[in-house]
Nanobody, 128 residues
């Protein structure tokens, strides 16, 4: 079983930065993609960025390319999402999730239905 715990959300002014963390534990996560999603009320979860836990492949949604950076620390089993130049439209609940299938599929923009393990989420609010 896999457990994912997010932290690092908060409120920030437009143009500011936040860093989200996702601590992974359990088994079977190293050979999979871990992704960040965000959700606003009334809408589905949008894939923001992904990283292959056993390699260097990363992927970003067009809306965050150049502003967000996904990385991981293997010594602490933690994946980070560094968010810079934040905009009000980045507001939402951010979740980290682990892909159902093992393998390096992390060149694909994350889609909600491909991910089977989810954290509890952390809220990000960006004010103008």
């Amino acid at each position: 079983q896999v457990q994912l715990v997010e932290s690092g959300g908060g409120s920030v002014q437009a143009g500011g930065s936040l860093r989200l963390s996702c601590a992974a534990s359990g088994s079977d996560y190293r050979g999979r993609c871990l992704a960040w999603f965000r959700q606003i009320p009334g809408k589905g979860r949008e894939g923001v960025a992904g990283i292959y836990m056993a390699g260097s492949t990363t992927v970003y949604a067009d809306s965050v390319t150049g502003r967000f950076t996904i990385s991981r620390d293997d010594s602490t089993n933690t994946v980070y999402l560094q968010m810079d130049s934040l905009k009000p439209e980045d507001t939402g609940m951010y979740y980290c999730a682990l892909r159902r299938n093992s393998g390096d599929f992390c060149y694909i923009i994350p889609q909600e239905w491909d991910y089977g393990y989810w954290g509890q989420g952390t809220q990000v609010t960006v004010s103008s």
